[in-house]
């Protein structure tokens, strides 16, 4: 898609990337909304978002799973841009909802049905052979329809390609599972555990292991018996389903495919209409902006810089290497699992807090 478009305010930014809004300069097309979310990076951090881009270029069909509208190159301010096109989805992460709900934490009708819409995107993601490896609620949007989409795909990866098992992992410590954390595997059954502790979250308002640094945490997912405790306050059907989530041995944990059929979320029609795509540009444009003195009205919105999307050359598909919370780091496999605790918890990272990592400005 070729589209000239208008850089406005910042949204958030993360270790290498920044997310502003985007208008385009004209609605040249039907498929071209009328707001959009640019994340963009220097051309030496583009890897990540384009293999992003690649893989949403794969599962663009699938509802509960953001929109990429098209990758660009653009030189702002003596810097060259990697610049990637997404749906905007107004209504910011679970992880925002859950700090202005009551208790931060949700009620289970709605946990339900957010479950099952991740369930379901999970499953698509799957089918096509890929691996999310970063599910958590900082990547969970909320769209204006009250569904939820699954979004940052940077570190996602094809089940079973890239490095050796053993040799990296990628995500955020607390919701990696424990083959991740011992050995590198990183399939999809470590998405349905990543899926567990999100759903745990959202029902406590807490992350499933309560520990005070990061040795703590990877000492408790990958040695012994021990899982993230299920919440008591829970249905007997959502206690059976976190523990089909939290099965230490990935070969029988259950699959995404697997839970869709679980009665925690089968029995459950409430969000089932919000999983199906809006059914015309029209409602989105009322939905997120329904009032026509909207943030483009003010020139000091924009910046001086007009962007234009073009196509580019299809990188051979690569994953990159591995991330802790979005900072790569490759390792060697050590001879045995608790060789491989030591040297996790011994490596220095910009970063150990278990918190967002996205700094949102409003």
């Known amino acids: 898609m070729d589209m000239d478009w208008v850089r406005g305010e910042k949204l958030g930014h993360g270790s290498f ?105 999970l499953l698509y993601i799957h089918k096509f052979g890929y691996v999310h490896c970063d599910l958590k609620l900082q990547n969970i949007l909320l769209c204006p329809n009250g569904g939820v989409k699954i979004a940052d795909f940077g570190l996602s990866k094809r089940a079973g390609k890239g490095s050796s098992p053993g040799c990296e992992f990628r995500g955020t410590p607390m919701y990696m599972s424990p083959e991740t954390v011992t050995g590198g595997e990183q399939g999809a059954p470590a998405d349905v555990w990543a899926l567990g502790c999100v759903v745990a979250e959202m029902l406590t308002g807490n992350p499933v292991w309560r520990c005070s640094n990061l040795a703590e945490v990877l000492m408790k997912i990958g040695v012994g018996e021990e899982v993230p405790e299920i919440p008591g306050r829970l249905s007997e059907e ?12 990935p070969s029988k944990r259950w699959t995404a495919e697997m839970l869709l059929d679980h009665p925690f979320v089968s029995d459950n029609q409430y969000f089932d209409d919000l999983a199906a795509p809006l059914k015309d540009r029209q409602e989105y444009k009322m939905t997120v902006s329904p009032s026509p003195r909207c943030p483009f009205d003010f020139p000091d919105w924009e910046s001086p810089t007009t962007c234009s999307i073009t196509s580019f050359p299809t990188p051979e598909y690569s994953p990159r290497p591995a991330l802790y919370f979005s900072n790569l780091t490759s390792m060697q496999s050590p001879s045995s699992p608790s060789d491989r605790m030591r040297e996790l918890m011994s490596h220095q990272s910009p970063c150990w807090s278990v918190s967002d990592d996205w700094i949102t400005i409003r």
């Open 17 to 121: 990337a920044m997310v502003n809004l985007a208008v385009p300069r004209s609605q040249s097309s039907s498929q071209t909304p009328p707001l959009m979310a640019v994340k963009s990076c220097g051309v030496s951090y583009s890897s990540s978002l384009m293999n992003e881009k690649l893989i949403l270029d794969d599962l663009k069909d699938c509802p509960q799973i953001i929109s990429c509208f098209g990758g660009s190159f653009s030189f702002e301010n003596g810097e060259r841009l990697y610049n990637l096109m997404l749906e905007y989805a107004p209504g910011g992460t679970l992880a925002d909802k859950m700090k202005n709900s009551d208790n931060q934490r949700l009620p289970e009708s709605e946990v339900v049905g957010y479950t099952k819409a991740l369930l379901r995107g």
């Open 238 to 249: 959502g206690k059976d389903f976190l523990g089909k989530c939290f099965v230490k041995d």
